[in-house]
């Protein structure tokens, strides 16, 4: 099992280099930069700016760091190794190995993309935890007595959930959810700054929200699940040898059934945690989702890269931990690890 988590974890290094790369690329795609919206900068100081932040570099490949080396006849490998990745690409590469992820250029470089995170993830950490909990306190028993009671009016609820859940996008709930709570009740869901400091009230309405997809996804595959190990051979000689339905349920075909649905959590609930772009935009939630959008429309690089290795660290670490849950559900695959 430890080779096992050693081998997934030094496969997580090559997609975190890809997923920078294409990041990289689709972002070099967009015309402009970080400082052509900025008014009235004479290009004195955008060229300032632009050798500031290593921005006056070549994207890739420094080839002219190449020719100079070889001219002045330092050519070993390592030289020009160094002048090869001495390039935006390659330089951010080298820093964001050592853990630095650059300064934040919305902020002319005071405040750097790790301060950002630290300050705006827990925000949003708050609020996938509260979402996932909903999704998986509200799913996994609706999908269960759906399929122990199906074709009944359980079953009927169940569906019905999950239909409207995984239809209707999250947006329209949101604005929808914002307008009667103002409305009906005259509650006001959109909070002040302050208000997401620590566990809130804030927090509800947007969790019930963003979790609700997730929530819905969980009842329809647990549901499914639970139905496919029902009708299993071992579950009907679990039940000819005389076990209750509560030891049948519970030892047997939980179990078994939940190998599907842990295949998605760990994803699913490295997703929430990272922000929803969305909700965070209509609820005003000062999270990582609605510093990442900003940090689009604003060309800043160093936030787009690092927000985006972020988010695909913690959905590999996610899928790391379905690996491991995985043993313990499974003996099968804990013995081939």
Known sequence: MIGFLIRRILAVIPVLFVVAFITFFLMKQAKGGPFDQEKEVNPATVKTLNARFGLDKPTWINTTAVSRASDQGVANPLTLTRAFLDSQFGNYIINAVQGDLGPTYSSKGTENVQDVIKRKFPISLRLGLLAAALAVLVGL?????????QNTIFDYISL?????GTSVPTFVTGLLLTLFLSRVFGVKP??????????????????????????????????SSMLEVKRQDYIRTARAKGMGDRVVITRHMLRNSMIPVVTILGPAVAGLVTGSFIIENIFRVPGIGDEFVGSIGSRDYSMIMGATLFFALLVALGNLTVDVVYGFLDPRIRSKS
């Open 141 to 149: 028993p609706l999908g269960i007595l759906g399929a122990l009671k």
């Open 160 to 164: 019905i959930v999950a239909t409207i």
């Open 190 to 223: 959109i909070k002040p700054i302050d208000a997401w400091d620590g566990y809130s009230t804030a927090y509800i309405a947007p969790a019930c929200i963003l979790g609700l997809n997730t929530m819905a996804y969980i009842t329809r595959l647990t549901r």
